[in-house]
């Protein structure tokens, strides 16, 4: 249950999309407040009715009344959607304290759950991307982001379409499917929705890949969640991307509830994550103009937005790329929509065009390293019946062939490569920027972990004992002192790090404590081993984010890095073994 109890027996319950409901216990009357859609104002108004409570001297025992005078909005928030997901250690215990409280007679004060419409196993069918044969164009993996309800899924789904990768008879099997639990606009996005529940929430949980040809491109396209309880899984796709194309919608209050400073503002966080893993180039889709009329002056409004946003986040002010849209009527994806004729196209880059599909292949192409030592963070594994535990990642650096022999960082055991497959196409040879799955012998799957990465026998990476890196804070809660744990996600890789010495906080040397706004350099000490290595010798593998409550609070670079034995943390590279 999501219910606080004062001492006038009244309930409060914020909703799932910041909505606010009062109760009232002695005469079972209710007020209903609706349309509080900011999550910021109902972030203001949970704070307000803490307030109320402690004047009440309410109890503050985790296992009393869920103990939520101690626990903040998040903690309130996961308890809704019972997902302890991105809870550090303290909320996590005051989550599960605050499970373990019930009381049956408020029961009854507890409305309704919206209906969800449940797909039958008829009506429940998933495409899969495939490729035949190799299409000798280089290769792009581009993500994208935004907001949630933005229309990320229906935009990949119009991409997909219009390069051929699906077929239309998938597509109208589609469309009668999601009209038997009316929700036939979701159609298209139901090509990158595989779950039952996704497409039964309309929301994106999971990432989903799929592979589409441009006229100058091979592109892996990665449709990713815009839900703050799902950021973990955006942000690993974030750094397998090279590009993103950044959805935002047109309609009136969505587009601001997405760049809003509360938990409902995800534009932003999602657009750090991004820039922090590497991407450096940005497509700016403004989607739903079907919405507002095909408004010239939305569009305007809204792309000046952005590009202060932008300029803020990645320092840069030069002009973006714009592209007014309407996925679901298929304006300026694939064709130039006639509904805009104020429209004049983009340039970018010294191209010119005026659609999604034209601005992707205007893209520059990404410099790979080759030559580098192999470096392959994963994602996840699968147990394959007949076949065994196949691995899932994304080639940084160095090249890989089958029957090669790896190691598995931080594991350091080494392993064979039986097979190599991208989209159920072997290959006996993969390059960086290819998305891959590999066919690992003799590894149980329990042995992986999320965050691991592959290495070649002859430049492995040792597990890192303790780290320097160099942070931008942007905005914490409290100051931070040696000794605070804050959660760090680096590349696919997410662990609890100490802070062990404060180096250096804007000019100071040797500060007592950093607080938000600063640059600083800290030495840190992991609570588990990580694979990472210095930016400087190994970018994708050498950058990372701070977060707390799905909330970026700090973003920042490898330094340096030491580890047991003969490691050199200057280099990053090991003695070779005797």
């Known amino acids: 249950m ?18 606010l409901s009062i109760y009232n216990t002695n005469s079972g009357e209710s007020e209903y407040v609706e349309n509080v859609f900011a999550l910021d104002q109902a972030d ?9 409570l402690s004047t009440y001297k309410w109890g503050s025992s985790a296992t009393t009344a869920h103990g939520l005078l101690e626990l903040d909005y998040f903690i309130v928030r996961r308890l809704l959607d019972k997902n302890p997901e991105g809870l550090d250690q303290k909320q996590l215990s005051l989550y599960n304290a605050a499970m373990k409280w019930k009381k049956p007679k408020y029961l009854q004060f507890v409305p309704p759950k919206p209906e969800v419409k449940q797909l039958s196993e008829n009506n429940y069918t998933v495409a899969e991307s495939s490729i035949i044969g190799t299409t000798g164009k280089p290769k792009l993996t581009m993500i994208i982001i935004g907001n949630v309800d933005s229309g990320k899924s229906t935009t990949s789904g119009r991409l997909i379409l219009a390069c051929g990768a699906i077929d239309e008879r998938t597509i109208e099997k589609y469309h009668e499917q999601a009209r038997s639990i009316g929700n036939e606009s979701s159609a298209l996005a139901w090509v990158m929705d595989k779950r039952k529940e996704e497409r039964e929430r309309r929301l994106t949980i999971d990432l989903s890949w799929w592979y589409i040809t441009t006229e100058t491109y091979g592109v892996d396209i990665v449709d990713a969640p815009g839900h703050n309880a799902f950021m973990k899984n955006m942000a690993k796709g974030a ?10 919608s047109a309609s009136v209050g969505e587009f601001e509830a997405g760049v809003s400073s509360g938990p409902a503002g995800m534009t932003k966080q ?19 103009m079907d919405t507002v009329d095909y408004s010239e002056e939305r569009f305007n409004e809204v792309t000046s937005e952005m590009s202060r ?8 002010k030069r002009k973006i ?3 007014p849209a309407s996925s679901l009527a298929d304006d300026n994806i694939s064709t130039v929509s006639d509904n805009m004729p104020w429209y004049q196209g983009w340039q970018f880059y010294g191209k010119e065009g005026y659609t999604l599909i034209e601005a992707i292949d205007a893209i520059p192409q990404p410099a790979r390293s080759v030559d580098g030592p192999l470096r392959i963070p994963l994602i996840e594994a699968h147990k394959i019946s007949g076949v065994g535990t196949v691995v899932v990642g994304r080639v940084a650096s160095g090249t890989l062939k089958a029957n090669s022999k790896v190691y598995l960082a931080p594991d350091d055991k080494e392993y064979t490569i039986r097979s190599i497959e991208t989209y159920h196409d072997s290959r006996t040879h993969i390059v960086p920027g290819d998305t891959i799955g590999i066919q690992v012998s003799n590894m149980p799957i329990s042995h992986f972990t999320r965050g691991m990465v592959m290495t070649g026998i002859n430049d492995p990476i040792p597990s890192v004992r303790t780290a320097i890196v160099q942070m931008k804070m942007l905005s914490i809660p409290n100051q931070w002192r040696v000794g605070a ?15 062990i010495r404060l180096i250096k906080a804007g000019d100071e040397e040797n500060p007592d404590y950093i607080s938000s706004n600063q640059n600083a350099v800290v030495e840190i000490e992991p609570a588990r081993p990580v694979a990472i290595e210095p930016y400087v010798n190994m970018p994708p593998l050498g950058r990372f984010s701070v977060r707390i409550n799905s ?26 073994r005797r």
């Open 2 to 19: 999501s219910w606080v109890e004062d001492d006038n027996l009244s309930l409060f319950r914020v909703g799932p999309q910041g909505e």
């Open 270 to 288: 999602e657009l750090i994550i991004a820039y922090t893993n590497g991407v450096r180039f940005f497509i700016i889709l403004v989607n739903k």
């Open 44 to 52: 203001q108004i949970w704070k307000f009715i803490k307030g109320i």
């Open 321 to 323: 790329l714009c592209i």
């Open 551 to 576: 909330k970026i609070v700090a973003v920042g670079v490898v330094k340096s890095v030491s580890a047991a034995g003969s490691y050199t943390a200057q280099t990053g590279r090991r003695r070779r």
């Open 239 to 248: 750094c397998f991307a090279d590009a993103a194309i950044l959805v935002v």
């Open 309 to 316: 946003l932008i300029a803020k986040v990645t320092g840069n």
């Open 485 to 499: 744990t804050p959660f760090f996600f680096f590349h696919t890789a997410s662990v609890t790090c100490k802070i």
